[in-house]
């Protein structure tokens, strides 16, 4: 966060100093309000293109085999633009290199699963899925796995087929 901050100063910067070299350049015939509007200009540019592209940064940062799952996408009444062309706000990955199922039930699978946002910290959840029952849960303390590989004490959501976690983890071997 704080680097972006220094970015759009310094971009802010680099457009007034552009606005002075070209007014030098033509015989000072530019008026001078226009070297702030240009800075204010572009340090919004700048704010707005960090907003859209944070998420693709982001994502090519993500190691082999964490695949994105779902995102949520923003609007703002403070942002009108958003409602033409919303941006990713956060968004959940699964780690399908490390899912792991127990050869008595092969529809019950463990991942890991990542939540990433704009401006805050990642968090990292393990998440049992019951595929064929289109359920999921949270590892908690609560839960045990008993010899047979049979889950004890999970609170279960049940989920529609189409749910973006669930379609993630199940859809891999």
Known sequence: MFLELIATFIA???????????????????????????????????????EYDWFSRTKATLPEGVVVAQTVESKA????????????????????????????????????????????????????????????AALA???SFDDDGTVDGADWIKVPGEDAILTTVCGTV
């Open 77 to 136: 009444v403070y942002r009108p633009w958003t409602y033409v062309w919303p941006y990713v706000e956060r968004f959940a990955a699964v780690d399908i290199a490390t899912i792991r199922t127990h050869p008595h039930h092969p529809g019950v699978k463990l991942a890991e699963v990542y939540f990433f946002g704009r401006w805050s910290p990642i968090n990292e959840m393990m998440v049992i899925t019951d595929c064929p029952g289109q359920k999921r």
């Open 141 to 143: 303390d609560a839960i």
């Open 12 to 50: 802010g910067l680099a457009a007034a100093g552009v606005v002075l070299l070209a007014n030098r350049v033509l015989g000072g015939r530019f008026p001078r309000w226009l070297t702030p509007v240009a800075a204010g200009a572009v340090m919004i540019a700048t704010t707005i293109y960090s």
